[in-house]
């Protein structure tokens, strides 16, 4: 069974920064891709970062391009998401996701966490 545990997320002053982590079991992790999506309540979600199984690929929404930086740790089953110049609207509920296709790009979003919220102030 899959499971991705999120953790890092919090209230944070804008301009400034966090990091987050998820914690993937179930499977061989250094075989599919991963990414972080966000929501807004009412808005459409957003694929805000993805990376694949080796990092030799990244893709980023443009809304967060320059200031966030994804990564991951085989060794550590862990992908990061750090988040710098943070903004008002960075401010969603962010959520770690895999696919359930090893080797595969781009990230489709199969699996799911439950979620972390990352809240910034003005």
């Known amino acids: 069974q899959v499971e991705l545990v999120e953790s890092g997320g919090g209230l944070v002053q804008a301009g400034g920064s966090l990091r987050l982590s998820c914690a993937a079991s179930?499977?061989?992790?250094?075989?599919?891709?991963m990414g972080w999506f966000r929501q807004v309540p009412g808005k459409e979600r957003e694929l805000a970062a993805a990376i694949n199984w080796i990092s030799s690929r990244t893709s980023y929404a443009d809304s967060v391009k320059g200031r966030f930086i994804i990564s991951r740790d085989n060794a550590k089953n862990t992908v990061y998401l750090q988040m710098n110049s943070l903004k008002p609207e960075d401010t969603a509920v962010y959520y770690c996701v895999s696919d359930a296709i090893q080797f595969t790009w781009p990230l489709k979003g199969d699996y799911w966490g439950k979620g972390t919220l990352v809240t910034v102030s003005s």
């Open positions: 179930g499977r061989t992790f250094s075989r599919y891709t």
